[in-house]
């Protein structure tokens, strides 16, 4: 692949800029590039850090002291509700999610991740659904039902006012960006892989960040379904956590820790990522223990799904089952125990330079291990029992998060800032900071371990005198205020560095991995060519490939046809299999955020024909958006030169979207899987479940639409085998049938829903029904929808038998929708028959 | 996957042997739960029980399969000295780790099972 002398290097670079830029002015609005849209994901989320810091000064001002009335109650409700919202939803996740699409395809030798438009749809999902939850502070109106919004208290019954709507809105609109980042993180760093990167030579933050993404991608939905739920239950009174009507409260509980627990190391791994980056690099040798740690990463994205239920050891769930989830949650320390001594190993085995990042990464080890041991002594149920619902879980939760994620994420800022911005930040200013905020963040947690075995309980915003806690806050609260000065010395050094830091040299800390071969701060496409890297350590093998790479001298340096390329290869051998082609610059992602961002108002504001209009605006701009893709003349048009060493992804069989397609229906699956268990859940637990005296739904219509949608699928796969092989009945007629025995099934569908007697007011079973036709509907039509757009798409030229390849990544939806169709119709229609009800 | 003439494992072995200790876990948990809530055993008969008996046979039969894919594994990856083949070697070796402490914890797990009656 090497081209050497193909261009001058100067003005490679030049025609890359000018295919790579961000439009001028307003136009960086449209940016799609993944450097741009990182930086804005970090920054974004550290200014959410610091309204979430300011709001923990609030709470800690108010329980400094027995027995104030600074806040009030009513207030401080408010507080420590969005304190743990701010922080958990609006900084971390984003904030490692930025970090993880800035980093990504730098580590990999990529000049971009796979799906820029999602990326750039990702942010503004978060920025808007950010300042909805935001300015519900300012409007007096923000949620007050604490971080995980336990149901009665957060149903319309105890919560009337807007709050619990901000949250449940705000959050799942921000969640939409943390799924597109999930699965387009997890393609990217499986399928655009530089040359001869197998997953051996993988770096150890890719696998961080590649458990991440798979643990968002199964993480996050039964979070989104259990707000869908309840923002339903709250709107329109359809039953699912109200006993009175079959259903439950602890279903809230369920589902939210289902996501809940999971997201601890969503936050946690990438975080260990940068530790197992940097900590080697300063230790001067490669990391001990590769393979222990990649066993690790996968050990813990699986075994911490199994977990939930130690956050709710006292509702009342059997002693057995509680003793599975204990052995579980102490399980889990054996593959972080396995990183602690890769760490140390390390250290140990390494020639260690005391430098400002390792001070953070130094400061992380010693408060990360205590929290990881009171994390043993809470899964431990008889003393979980104890401390449940005291400030002592308030202490190990910050010991876990800021110990875990925050204090890495310093160590990683200070790493990496060279990097960003091409400049060194201040020693002295740096080394203030951490002392400070190391000092506080104790001062603070560790004084609060005792506070809650003392026996004071979370979330009262006052305490009466001679209770013995009084010094305690005391301490806690000065801890906290000197903690802020660390972090307010933070920012004064990262903003001080960009006039007065020195301009950092090339590589400063001697780093052996590919994202400081890049310019400093990077250029838009990262390399002006693509090396082979078949090593772990490819700037420690080869310390001038960064030069080699901005010289032009190895692949894909053709500019003539001004597309936007990079490689895609093989999962697992970093083969490349072709040319990824990118879209560039795009203004359909701002448009379909705003236009949610319409829906979501008009939800909260319960102004339901807005939210209507929203929603088919939204669905408008999505499908432009998508008629922009392979040979459309925005994309790739065919009358443009092709490669000739890889094809275009596009007029292949294989390629991104396709996997994209299958790891968004894992998330899709996910959520459908969740509606599933809250269906058995409340059927088999909740105390006043009812089966109504008769079945609501039409069996015979259901079975014939069921027929319809079968025949559409065989259709599809037998379109899709022609296609495979090249050759076929006429393509635009096969399309057109799909569509139409699809559009059958959907009317049918529709019809069944319409006219079923269903009482979701008065019956949880109606209730769940409901949403569950509303699901397949859903499903059907965008099936319908899509299958008519190809057909579309064939008279326009931009599919046939030889650009095969949207067609084949649409047909994984469809056999999603028949597998949920059957399996839908069996669970929740079949089998209460066959119960003798309904 | 062919690479340099030789197969590696495929990919989906570095997390099958957790796939089916999750699947494991929720048929444990789930059938608990049901069983509990439809037809309790006796609470007299404390963890000496149908339930718990079938609970167990469940985690040894789970344990044995993951055990039997961890030693499939490690026997599939190529020896060090053997050959010149390090993805192979990776992918076979990590694998069978993931099968081996995939089997270890199905038996950590479910060994409750012999102590505690299941639905108090």
């Known amino acids: 692949m090497s081209n050497p002398g193909a261009t001058e290097p100067r003005e490679l670079h030049r025609r890359l800029q000018a295919i790579w830029a961000n439009l001028p002015g307003f136009g960086t609005l449209s940016a799609v590039n993944h450097t741009s849209i990182g930086r804005r994901f970090m920054v974004t989320g550290a200014f959410f850090f610091l309204v979430g810091g300011l709001l923990a000064m609030l709470?800690?001002?108010?329980?400094?002291?027995?027995?104030?009335?600074?806040?009030?109650?009513?207030?401080?409700?408010?507080?420590?509700?969005?304190?743990?919202?701010?922080?958990?939803?609006?900084?971390?996740?984003?904030?490692?999610?930025?970090?993880?699409?800035?980093?990504?395809?730098?580590?990999?030798?990529?000049?971009?991740?796979?799906?820029?438009?999602?990326?750039?749809?990702?942010?503004?999902?978060?920025?808007?659904?950010?300042?909805?939850?935001?300015?519900?502070?300012?409007?007096?109106?923000?949620?007050?039902?604490?971080?995980?919004?336990?149901?009665?208290?957060?149903?319309?019954?105890?919560?009337?006012?807007?709050?619990?709507?901000?949250?449940?809105?705000?959050?799942?609109?921000?969640?939409?960006?943390?799924?597109?980042?999930?699965?387009?993180?997890?393609?990217?760093?499986?399928?655009?892989?530089?040359?001869?990167?197998?997953?051996?030579?993988?770096?150890?933050?890719?696998?961080?960040?590649?458990?991440?993404?798979?643990?968002?991608?199964?993480?996050?939905?039964?979070?989104?379904?259990?707000?869908?739920?309840?923002?339903?239950?709250?709107?329109?009174?359809?039953?699912?956590?109200?006993?009175?009507?079959?259903?439950?409260?602890?279903?809230?509980?369920?589902?939210?820790?289902?996501?809940?627990?999971?997201?601890?190391?969503?936050?946690?791994?990438?975080?260990?990522?940068?530790?197992?980056?940097?900590?080697?690099?300063?230790?001067?040798?490669?990391?001990?223990?590769?393979?222990?740690?990649?066993?690790?990463?996968?050990?813990?994205?699986?075994?911490?799904?199994?977990?939930?239920?130690?956050?709710?050891?006292?509702?009342?769930?059997?002693?057995?089952?509680?003793?599975?989830?204990?052995?579980?949650?102490?399980?889990?320390?054996?593959?972080?125990?396995?990183?602690?001594?890769?760490?140390?190993?390390?250290?140990?085995?390494?020639?260690?330079?005391?430098?400002?990042?390792?001070?953070?990464?130094?400061?992380?080890?010693?408060?990360?291990?205590?929290?990881?041991?009171?994390?043993?002594?809470?899964?431990?149920?008889?003393?979980?029992?104890?401390?449940?619902?005291?400030?002592?879980?308030?202490?190990?939760?910050?010991?876990?998060?800021?110990?875990?994620?925050?204090?890495?994420?310093?160590?990683?800022?200070?790493?990496?800032?060279?990097?960003?911005?091409?400049?060194?930040?201040?020693?002295?200013?740096?080394?203030?900071?951490?002392?400070?905020?190391?000092?506080?963040?104790?001062?603070?947690?560790?004084?609060?371990?005792?506070?809650?075995?003392?026996?004071?309980?979370?979330?009262?915003?006052?305490?009466?005198?001679?209770?013995?806690?009084?010094?305690?806050?005391?301490?806690?609260?000065?801890?906290?205020?000197?903690?802020?000065?660390?972090?307010?010395?933070?920012?004064?050094?990262?903003?001080?560095?960009?006039?007065?830091?020195?301009?950092?040299?090339?590589?400063?800390?001697?780093?052996?991995?590919?994202?400081?071969?890049?310019?400093?701060?990077?250029?838009?496409?990262?390399f002006a060519s693509l090396a082979p890297l078949p090593t772990r350590h490819p700037l420690w093998d080869n310390p001038e490939l960064g030069e080699s790479m901005a010289q032009g001298q190895h692949g894909l340096t053709s500019t003539g046809h001004g597309r936007r390329e990079t490689y895609g290869s093989d999962a697992v051998t970093g083969r490349i299999l072709h040319i990824i082609h990118l879209p560039t610059n795009s203004w359909w992602p701002l448009a379909a955020a705003l236009s949610l961002a319409v829906v979501f108002m008009g939800l909260l504001l319960r102004i339901y024909p807005l939210a209507l209009v929203g929603v088919g605006v939204t669905a408008v701009f999505v499908l432009r958006w998508s008629w922009e893709n392979g040979v459309h003349p925005n994309a790739a048009p065919l009358n443009v030169s092709e490669p000739e060493d890889y094809p275009l992804h596009s007029r292949t069989q294989d390629g991104p979207g396709l996997w994209g397609m299958v790891v968004a229906l894992m998330a899709n699956g996910t959520l459908y899987l969740s509606l599933l268990f809250g269906w058995f859940y409340l059927w088999t637990v909740a105390p006043l479940w009812t089966l109504p005296p008769e079945n609501p739904l039409s069996l015979a219509p259901l079975l014939l639409s069921g027929v319809l949608l079968t025949l559409a699928v065989i259709g599809y796969q037998q379109l899709v085998t022609g296609l495979r092989r090249r050759r076929g009945r006429p393509l635009k007629r096969q399309l057109w049938w799909v569509t139409g025995l699809g559009l059958g099934h959907f009317l049918l569908l529709l019809w069944v829903l319409v006219s079923a007697p269903l009482e979701g007011t008065v019956r949880a079973h109606d209730a769940v029904l409901t949403v569950m036709l509303y699901y397949l509907l859903i499903h059907s039509g965008t099936g319908v929808v899509l299958t008519a757009l190809q057909g579309l798409r064939v008279g326009y030229g931009y599919v046939s038998h030889n650009l095969p390849y949207e067609t084949i990544v649409l047909r994984p939806f469809w056999l999603y929708t028949l597998g949920i169709y059957w399996l839908g119709l069996a669970a929740f229609v079949l089998l209460p028959m066959a119960w003798g009800g309904g | 996957m062919p690479v340099n003439g030789q197969r590696a494992l495929h990919g989906a072995h570095l997390v099958m042997g957790l796939v089916i200790w999750s699947l494991w876990f929720v048929a444990l948990y789930g059938s608990l739960s049901v069983v509990c809530s439809l037809a309790p055993p006796a609470i007299e008969a404390g963890p000496l029980n149908w339930l718990n008996a079938g609970l167990l046979v469940i985690t040894l039969l789970t344990t044995g399969l993951l055990g039997v894919a961890a030693w499939r594994c490690w026997q599939l990856s190529p020896d060090k000295q053997a050959n010149n083949f390090p993805l192979g070697r990776f992918m076979g070796r990590l694998a069978a780790a993931i099968y081996l402490l995939s089997a270890v914890s199905t038996l950590a797990v479910g060994l409750p099972v012999l102590v505690l009656p299941p639905c108090i």
């Not at chain 1, 701010?86 to 796979?114: C, N, Q, S, T, W």
């Not at chain 1, 319309?156 to 387009?184: C, K, R």
């Not at chain 1, 900590?279 to 690790?296: D, E, H, M, S």
């Not at chain 1, 809470?378 to 875990?404: E, I, K, R, S």
């Open chain 1, 59 to 526: 709470i800690r001002t108010q329980l400094a002291l027995p027995e104030q009335d600074i806040v009030g109650a009513h207030l401080y409700n408010q507080l420590f509700t969005m304190h743990g919202t701010v922080m958990m939803f609006l900084f971390a996740i984003p904030i490692l999610e930025g970090f993880a699409i800035y980093m990504v395809p730098k580590l990999i030798g990529a000049r971009d991740l796979v799906f820029p438009r999602i990326s750039s749809l990702g942010y503004y999902c978060y920025l808007f659904g950010g300042m909805i939850i935001l300015f519900s502070l300012f409007f007096g109106v923000a949620p007050d039902s604490g971080w995980f919004m336990y149901t009665p208290l957060s149903g319309s019954e105890f919560s009337p006012g807007p709050g619990s709507d901000v949250w449940l809105l705000g959050v799942t609109f921000v969640e939409i960006s943390a799924l597109a980042a999930g699965v387009e993180l997890t393609v990217s760093i499986l399928r655009s892989r530089s040359q001869g990167m197998t997953l051996r030579h993988m770096p150890i933050l890719c696998w961080y960040l590649l458990a991440m993404s798979l643990m968002i991608v199964f993480g996050f939905p039964p979070l989104i379904l259990a707000s869908i739920l309840l923002e339903i239950e709250r709107a329109t009174g359809l039953i699912f956590f109200e006993v009175a009507g079959g259903g439950d409260p602890i279903l809230w509980q369920h589902l939210f820790w289902l996501f809940g627990h999971p997201e601890v190391y969503i936050i946690f791994l990438p975080a260990a990522g940068i530790v197992s980056t940097v900590l080697p690099v300063f230790a001067q040798r490669p990391i001990v223990g590769y393979r222990w740690l990649v066993l690790a990463i996968i050990l813990t994205g699986f075994i911490s799904f199994g977990l939930w239920v130690h956050h709710m050891f006292t509702v009342g769930i059997p002693h057995l089952a509680q003793a599975f989830f204990s052995v579980a949650s102490m399980l889990v320390a054996i593959p972080t125990g396995i990183q602690i001594f890769a760490w140390l190993a390390t250290l140990w085995t390494g020639r260690v330079i005391f430098s400002l990042p390792m001070l953070w990464i130094f400061g992380f080890l010693v408060i990360f291990v205590a929290g990881g041991l009171t994390g043993v002594m809470l899964a431990l149920a008889p003393f979980n029992w104890q401390v449940h619902d005291t400030h002592f879980v308030v202490a190990h939760m910050h010991y876990v998060l800021v110990g875990g994620m925050f204090f890495p994420l310093i160590a990683g800022l200070y790493y990496w800032l060279p990097q960003l911005t091409g400049r060194m930040p201040s020693d002295l200013l740096g080394k203030t900071g951490f002392w400070l905020t190391f000092l506080g963040f104790n001062g603070t947690f560790l004084v609060m371990h005792l506070t809650g075995l003392l026996g004071m309980p979370r979330r009262v915003y006052t305490y009466a005198s001679g209770t013995g806690w009084e010094w305690t806050n005391l301490v806690s609260s000065l801890g906290g205020f000197v903690m802020a000065a660390g972090v307010a010395m933070i920012i004064l050094d990262v903003a001080l560095h960009f006039r007065y830091g020195q301009r950092a040299p090339r590589n400063p800390w001697n780093a052996d991995t590919l994202e400081w071969a890049t310019a400093m701060p990077p250029a838009p496409y990262n």
